[in-house]
Each structure stands twice: as structure tokens, then as C-alpha cells.
């Protein structure tokens, strides 16, 4: 707990003015509040590369991993208020870290302003390749006929797996035993060697193992089903009601950015998102492109913000200390 509270502290003194700059007399920064080589890194990555070419000027990413979404977010805020730097983030760090931290250095829907959504990133429900379960409903029938409680897996307590976890139980009737890990690498790695029984996870973390025959896909967390997984179908189709997780990534601007700066912005990022080529490469790696008004996106962010609210409150869902 001193450890994340050090971390955060330092974030916010970090927070000092920068020198103004016209917005286009520097490259675009887009900063991660994850390490590289994961889901994120990824769509930042492959949208830099387009994005640079519609707003005819440098894009860059830089990984600010830490204090739960923190570091990134306040290295945003930091920057200055000229537009030229943006946050990307998952719906965690904007929408459900406000409900598990009581000393969050930074108020997504004050601090920043949206920009676009760029992908709807939904969870996907994976169990072991030899499990006998060929849905996740026969996966909850036997979990629950079964005495022992059944382990299961997630990234963390508090983090969008978890609490497709908790959805699940609360709709179905059944009760797992959550066995949190220090991020989903891990909870893969014991996933497949039978020491827990399945898993939430973003099709873009799981698509690899899934393809691969290394874990079984029995459910999507979704209205719909996902195009880069078409077989699988969504919970609700299985008779489960209300499991129905976005794990949405989304870039974000300082508040104070010049409401023409983030109108171009979001021109811009649209764009790109459209390209067939940015469309397809994303869609590969488990990701689906989705851009939005930052209208759409700031009604988004306060629904999803209340729902998992609401979510944590009545399970009393506390963070991994």
C-alpha cells in the first residue's frame, strides 16, 4: 500500500507546468499506461503509424507503466495543456480505478477530455485445451454440481477480469475461487497447466493461445459475437444473462487542450481507424477498431464509471495491495 501511495505521490509532484508550444511544432506523443508488448501497446502502436500520416506530423508512444494507470495519466497531465501529448488507456485506469482508490491523484472525467475511442476490446471466457466443457454454460453446470470450488483466475483483484468474474456469478448462481495474479501472463501459465479452471481475458491478450490450441474459448462477454473469434458464442446466447464486459481503449487530452486541437484530434484518429489496412491489422490481433464523437466517448466513460461502481460497492471489491 506505501509502495502504490510513494508512486502516486511522485506522479503528482511530477505535475508541473511545461513550456507552450504550437501544437504542430512537435511530434504527437500518445502515452501507455502499459508496458510493451501487451494488447495496448499493440493498437497504440499500429494507430501511431496512420495517425502520423493523417496528421502529417511525427506520432510517438511511450510507455508509462505504474501505480495502476497513474504514471501514465499524470505524465499526460504533465505535458502541458497544448494538445501535442494523449493518453491511451483501457476502461481500468479511466473508469474503474475511481471506485478502488480513494487517493487516485487524477479525476479521469475532470482532468481529461476525450479525443475517440479506438477499439472495443471485450473479454472472452478461455479454459483449458482438454476440459471437457464445450460452452460455458456446461463449464458453470459442472463448476457448480461440483462440492470443491472451483479456481479461477484473473489479472488482478479489481481489474476487468475479476469483474466479469463477479458478473458471472452473479448470474449464474455460482461461486468460484478467485485466485488473483500480478497481471494475465501468469494467470495463463497456470491457467494451462491445470492449476485454475478458466479465465477472462482480452481477446487481444488470448487470441495467440486460443488460435493456437493451447486454451478453449466457451464465451464472449458481449452483445455480439467477435469477428476475430465467430465461432465462439456470446453468453447470452448460452442462456447467461448479463455478462457483458468492454475492456475499451481510448485516447484522451488534457482538459485544458484547445477544443479546436481535439476536434482535429478526433478528424484525425477517425481517419485512420477507417484505413482497411489499420482495420485489418488491429481485427488480426484480436483488437476491433472503433472510433467515436468525444461526446460518445464522455457518455461512455460516466455509464461505465457508475456501472462498475455500482459493481464494486456490493462486492465489496477491494484492490491487490
Sequence with gaps: MKKRHVLWAAAALALVPAAFAQPNAKPLRIVSSFSPGGPVDFVARALAEQLGHELKRPVIVENKPGANGALGAMETLRA?????????????????????????????????????????????FVIQAS?????????????????????????????????????????????????????????FTDLMGGQVKGVFADVAAVIPQVNGGRLKAVGIASSKRHP????????????????????????????KAPAPVREQLNTAVRAALANPELSAKLLRGGA??????????????????AKWAALIKSRDVKADE
Aim: aromatic share 6%.
Design 228 to 255: 476475430g473469434l465467430p465461432q465462439v458464442k456470446t453468453f447470452e446466447e448460452q442462456g447467461i444473462k448479463a455478462v457483458d464486459t468492454n475492456n475499451w481503449y481510448a485516447l484522451f487530452a488534457s482538459a
Design 80 to 124: 502541458g495543456a497544448d494538445g501535442s501529448t494523449l493518453w491511451i488507456t483501457s476502461v481500468g485506469a479511466a473508469a474503474v480505478n475511481p471506485s478502488l482508490h480513494d487517493k487516485l491523484p487524477y479525476n479521469t472525467q475532470r482532468d481529461f477530455a476525450p479525443v475517440s475511442l479506438v477499439a472495443n476490446n471485450v473479454e472472452v
Design 288 to 305: 476491433e477498431p472503433k472510433s467515436s464523437s468525444p461526446q460518445e466517448l464522455a457518455a461512455l466513460l460516466k455509464a461505465d464509471t
Design 131 to 187: 476440459d471437457p466443457a464445450t460452452d460455458a454454460a456446461a463449464f458453470v453446470k459442472s463448476a457448480k454440481a461440483d462440492k470443491a470450488s472451483t479456481p479461477m483466475a484473473s489479472s488482478g483483484s479489481g481489474s476487468i477480469p475479476h469483474l466479469a468474474l463477479i458478473q458471472l456469478e452473479e448470474s449464474t448462481g455460482a461461486r468460484f475461487l478467485h485466485v488473483p495474479y500480478k497481471g494475465m501472463a501468469p494467470a
